[in-house]
């Protein structure tokens, strides 16, 4: 109780204060949890350490999901003062579960681009959570297995329960991945009543749910070795395919297919834990490190890091982001719809796809 009223009163006090963390003898100390995704160049990371006389512990929380899970499991004697990677699929739960803390009006008032206020503007209206990225959680294909068997591509995502593509699509569970509920959610969002019939087709057609993003596309995608040519990815990923290639292409070999119905718009954020920062040099050094994470270093390579575009209305996109297509033209599923039926989705998907 004597942790959450102190924190509770340096948030109060931040109004009066400046945001840059004042050099001392000694750093103040900063705990950061993550998504296992989170990515920054270590000397960005020393750069803002150096300047704002912070010392950052992260924590890797793994999938997005795993890691809020951990911030529930600990809320009484909170993990971290900061969480990054909590999404706009999952800020629901993370408000009902009570980890996050309201923030200071100076980090609300940041200005936001135009195309990701569009995107939800639910979410970014937000007052305990300052989005960071933004993008499309899709489909993603592997060109060279669709033409090597002769296989064309499905144009609608009914067709994916169809025999054509037994056994060719693994999914991400949305009770641990972020990617994966945001999947769910765009498919309950476009078949409502339909989509868990869909759903029990599938899983008699053969989909795989695998635990995570990175063991979906690293181990279980056929571009990494695996066995499905399908998987639930970002429209950025072949992007990233070509800025990590050993040799210089002119095109990516992974592609996005954006079926209706298959696209799901993802803002990522990043807030204060709940009862987490135990002073007010901890709390103000948060509150440093989430403007650094608007600001326009971190928004520039964020870009060819976690493969997320830009929050920023100033910062340009990386060249390599051509590769990533056009963003669709869709929006997040209500935050409200999100709140009151998320759990019961992920319940049902549960039950119907992985028993």
Same mark, same amino acid.
């Given at each position: 109780?004597?942790?959450?009223?102190?924190?509770?009163?340096?948030?109060?006090?931040?109004?009066?204060?400046?945001?840059?963390?004042?050099?001392?003898?000694?750093?103040?100390?900063?705990?950061?949890?993550t998504h296992s995704s989170f990515d920054m160049p270590k000397e960005l990371l020393a750069k803002f350490?150096?300047?704002?006389?912070?010392?950052?512990?992260?924590?890797?929380?793994?999938?997005?999901?795993?890691?809020?899970?951990?911030?529930?499991?600990?809320?009484?004697?909170?993990?971290?003062?900061?969480?990054?990677?909590?999404?706009?699929?999952?800020?629901?739960?993370?408000?009902?579960?009570?980890?996050?803390?309201?923030?200071?009006?100076?980090?609300?008032?940041?200005?936001?681009?135009?195309?990701?206020?569009?995107?939800?503007?639910?979410?970014?209206?937000?007052?305990?959570?300052?989005?960071?990225?933004?993008?499309?959680?899709?489909?993603?294909?592997?060109?060279?297995?669709?033409?090597?068997?002769?296989?064309?591509?499905?144009?609608?995502?009914?067709?994916?329960?169809?025999?054509?593509?037994?056994?060719?699509?693994?999914?991400?569970?949305?009770?641990?991945?972020?990617?994966?509920?945001?999947?769910?959610? +765009?498919?309950?969002?476009?078949?409502?009543?339909?989509?868990?019939?869909?759903?029990?087709?599938?899983?008699?057609?053969?989909?795989?749910?695998?635990?995570?993003?990175?063991?979906?596309?690293?181990?279980?995608?056929?571009r990494n070795g695996g066995t499905r040519p399908m998987v639930v990815s970002y429209l950025t990923s072949?992007? +990233?395919?070509?800025?990590?290639?050993?040799?210089?292409?002119?095109?990516?070999?992974?592609?996005?297919?954006?079926?209706?119905?298959?696209?799901?718009?993802?803002?990522?954020?990043?807030?204060?834990?709940?009862?987490?920062?135990?002073?007010?040099?901890?709390?103000? +050094?948060?509150?440093?490190?989430?403007?650094?994470?608007?600001?326009?270093?971190?928004?520039?390579?964020?870009?060819?890091?976690?493969?997320?575009?830009?929050?920023?209305?100033?910062?340009?996109?990386?060249?390599?982001?051509?590769?990533?297509?056009?963003?669709?033209?869709?929006?997040?599923?209500?935050?409200?719809?999100?709140?009151?039926?998320?759990?019961?989705?992920?319940?049902?998907?549960?039950?119907?796809?992985?028993?």
């Amino acid at each position: 109780m004597k942790r959450r009223s102190l924190a509770g009163l340096a948030l109060a006090a931040l109004t009066a204060l400046p945001v840059t963390v004042m050099a001392a003898d000694a750093p103040t100390p900063l705990r950061v949890i993550t998504h296992s995704s989170f990515d920054m160049p270590k000397e960005l990371l020393a750069k803002f350490e150096a300047d704002a006389g912070v010392k950052l512990t992260l924590i890797k929380g793994g999938d997005a999901g795993e890691m809020l899970n951990k911030l529930i499991l600990s809320k009484e004697a909170p993990i971290a003062d900061v969480v990054f990677g909590i999404d706009n699929a999952m800020l629901p739960r993370a408000r009902k579960a009570g980890v996050l803390a309201p923030l200071p009006a100076s980090l609300l008032a940041l200005p936001l681009s135009a195309q990701v206020k569009a995107v939800d503007p639910q979410a970014t209206a937000a007052t305990d959570w300052l989005p960071i990225d933004y993008g499309f959680v899709t489909l993603n294909i592997d060109k060279a297995w669709f033409a090597a068997n002769k296989v064309a591509l499905p144009t609608q995502l009914s067709q994916l329960a169809e025999p054509t593509y037994a056994k060719l699509l693994v999914v991400q569970n949305p009770a641990t991945s972020s990617p994966g509920l945001a999947f769910l959610s +765009a498919t309950v969002q476009s078949q409502g009543a339909g989509v868990w019939a869909w759903w029990k087709a599938l899983r008699a057609n053969g989909v795989k749910v695998s635990s995570s993003w990175s063991d979906a596309y690293y181990k279980d995608f056929t571009r990494n070795g695996g066995t499905r040519p399908m998987v639930v990815s970002y429209l950025t990923s072949p992007a +990233a395919e070509v800025f990590y290639s050993d040799k210089p292409l002119t095109e990516s070999p992974t592609a996005n297919l954006n079926l209706n119905g298959g696209v799901y718009a993802q803002v990522e954020g990043i807030a204060l834990v709940e009862g987490g920062p135990a002073n007010a040099a901890t709390t103000q +050094a948060a509150v440093a490190f989430m403007r650094f994470m608007r600001g326009a270093e971190a928004q520039t390579a964020l870009q060819t890091t976690m493969w997320m575009w830009p929050v920023s209305n100033a910062t340009p996109l990386a060249a390599v982001m051509t590769h990533a297509g056009t963003a669709p033209t869709v929006k997040a599923v209500d935050a409200d719809v999100l709140a009151r039926d998320s759990r019961e989705w992920i319940r049902q998907f549960n039950q119907i796809v992985v028993r």
